[in-house]
């Protein structure tokens, strides 16, 4: 690695990895449906979890953008078509750089990016068995996040000393 910008990349990876293994563990225990404090306290934690893993992730992803001179996304889509870029291989004049996320860690990223809006918008309808499937996501990106993403890294900005 030979940009610094990397650490903060890093740092935001921990962020999220850690955030989506606590809100999946949050999960696990429920106590959703609670009347009292006690189940406002779980969804709550659970919710903003779950838009904390999300946001660190999406925070890493533009980070890595930046060290790559590449434009982030703006405007009203700009969560989706983050996903959608960091997704595929872009090609410039004279430079091709590789997907940054695997497909099936994409769909993941895509599925907490979809729980993240939902979370934000729709908190006073939080219905547990409907956030299964984001529930999978977090677990899987939990592990896999922040490996796939070191690969990437070592492609484009391999370890000093190493043959690029």
């Keep these: 690695m030979t ?16 955030h989506f ?10 106590g959703f449906d609670a009347d009292d404090i ?22 890493a992803l533009r980070r890595i953008l930046e060290i790559l001179g590449e434009e982030v996304p703006v405007g009203e889509n700009s969560h989706a078509d983050l996903v959608r870029r960091v997704s595929r291989e ?10 940054i996320l695997p497909p099936e860690v994409a769909r993941d990223v895509d599925e907490t ?23 999978e ?5 939990a592990a896999e996040l922040k490996p796939c993403v070191l690969v990437f890294r070592d492609k484009v900005d391999p370890p000093a000393g190493t043959p690029g």
């Design 3 to 18: 940009d610094a910008r990397w650490i903060e990349v890093e740092d935001d990876l921990n962020s999220a990895c850690r």
């Design 21 to 30: 293994g606590n809100a999946a563990q949050l999960y696990d225990e429920g």
């Design 38 to 59: 006690t189940g406002y306290r779980a969804t709550m934690a659970f919710l903003h979890a779950m838009q904390s893993a999300h946001n660190s992730l999406e925070g």
């Design 90 to 99: 872009v090609k410039t004049p004279g430079h091709v750089r590789p997907a």
């Design 113 to 135: 990016r979809r729980f993240r809006h939902r979370a934000t918008h729709n908190y006073d309808n939080f219905d547990p068995a409907l956030a299964v499937a984001s529930i």
């Design 137 to 141: 996501a977090a677990r899987r990106l």
